[in-house]
T-cell receptor
Framework: NAGVTQTPKFRVLKTGQSMTLLCAQDMNHEYMYWYRQDPGMGLRLIHYSVGEGTTAKGEVPDGYNVSRLKKQNFLLGLESAAPSQTSVYFC????????????FGPGTRLTVL | AQRVTQPEKLLSVFKGAPVELKCNYSYSGSPELFWYVQYSRQRLQLLLRHISRESIKGFTADLNKGETSFHLKKPFAQEEDSAMYYCALKRVGNTPLVFGKGTRLSVIA
């Protein structure tokens, strides 16, 4: 059981470039989330998904898009990267129902120059 | 709107001293409260949840609905407790967690 994995681990982009972050989970979880972590700001929810083919906006969705074509994968896209998107990005997943634990990935450190 | 407040950005204590990390929340319903911990350059992991009423690594937290608080406590801090601690709230149903801004605990030898 790999749990929640994220690729890549690190990335440096130039302003205006695009990229996709991949999150994968092998726990058959229904719900998946993308957060960004910034100093002094804590964790802020970007987008989330409650099932295959569905996505919803979180607290800070602007500049990002997501897709959940397969249950086990949740993609986060940056179409035109900006320096304000320099952050550490965490993916998480959750099994529906009850008082379940939300599992996090190891994070992707993104720098936009 | 739901909100989680962790008033201290940084908390420094000496080894062996008691620790209390504060968490207050605003939510009109019955919340689920969690504490997550993030050790240096690692992923977040669940430390404890109010529903379990358990002690993990010597830490406990009690939900006080009257004061809308869920403070994390440990009687004797250890150096390995140094980490970032996040309080999180979950509303009724499978809704996303709402996180506080975190408190960095530094335990000084």
């Amino acid at each position: 059981n790999a749990g929640v994995t994220q690729t890549p681990k690190f990335r440096v982009l130039k302003t205006g470039q695009s990229m996709t972050l991949l999150c994968a989970q092998d726990m058959n979880h229904e719900y998946m989330y993308w957060y960004r972590q910034d100093p002094g700001m804590g964790l802020r929810l970007i987008h989330y998904s409650v099932g295959e083919g569905t996505t919803a906006k979180g607290e800070v969705p602007d500049g990002y898009n997501v897709s959940r074509l397969k249950k086990q994968n949740f993609l986060l896209g940056l179409e035109s990267a900006a320096p304000s998107q320099t952050s550490v990005y965490f993916c998480a997943s959750l099994l529906a129902g009850g008082y379940n634990e939300q599992f996090f990935g190891p994070g992707t450190r993104l720098t936009v120059l | 709107a739901q909100r989680v407040t962790q008033p201290e950005k940084l908390l420094s204590v000496f080894k062996g001293a008691p620790v209390e990390l504060k968490c207050n929340y605003s939510y009109s319903g019955s919340p689920e409260l969690f504490w997550y911990v993030q050790y240096s350059r690692q992923r977040l992991q669940l430390l404890l949840r109010h529903i379990s009423r358990e002690s993990i690594k010597g830490f406990t937290a009690d939900l006080n609905k009257g004061e809308t608080s869920f403070h994390l406590k440990k009687p004797f801090a250890q150096e390995e407790d140094s980490a970032m601690y996040y309080c999180a709230l979950k509303r009724v149903g499978n809704t996303p967690l709402v996180f506080g801004k975190g408190t960095r605990l530094s335990v000084i030898a």
